[in-house]
Nanobody
């Protein structure tokens, strides 16, 4: 049974930083494509950042230059470093692990609230 547990969310003022973590309980973590998504209240869930097994990354235009995704295969963990946070970054952030391109597994989400 694959489980993903996110942590690191919270409330910050605009301009602040947070680092999200997602620990994955799976023996094949190193070959999973890992992603962070977010869902603001009343909106759809959108991709924020992704990292492949080979550590290639891509980002939503809205977070480029402010957010950094990384992974530590020894710890089965993916991170999202979020700097220069804006009120529009407020959302529930979800971690996704995908091994076969079929949608993968989701964590329970962690709330990020940015106040102006």
């Amino acid at each position: 049974q694959v489980q993903l547990v996110e942590s690191g969310g919270g409330s910050v003022q605009a301009g602040g930083s947070l680092r999200l973590s997602c620990v994955v309980s799976a023996s094949r973590f190193s070959i999973a494509a890992m992603s962070w998504y977010r869902q603001a209240s009343g909106k759809q869930r959108d991709l924020v950042a992704a990292i492949t097994s080979g550590a290639s990354t891509n980002y939503a235009d809205s977070v480029k230059g402010r957010f950094t995704i990384s992974r530590d295969n020894a710890k089965n963990t993916v991170y999202l470093q979020m700097n220069s946070l804006k009120p529009e970054d407020t959302a529930v952030y979800y971690c996704n692990a995908d091994w076969d391109g079929m949608g993968g597994y989701w964590g329970q989400g962690t709330q990020v609230t940015v106040s102006s």
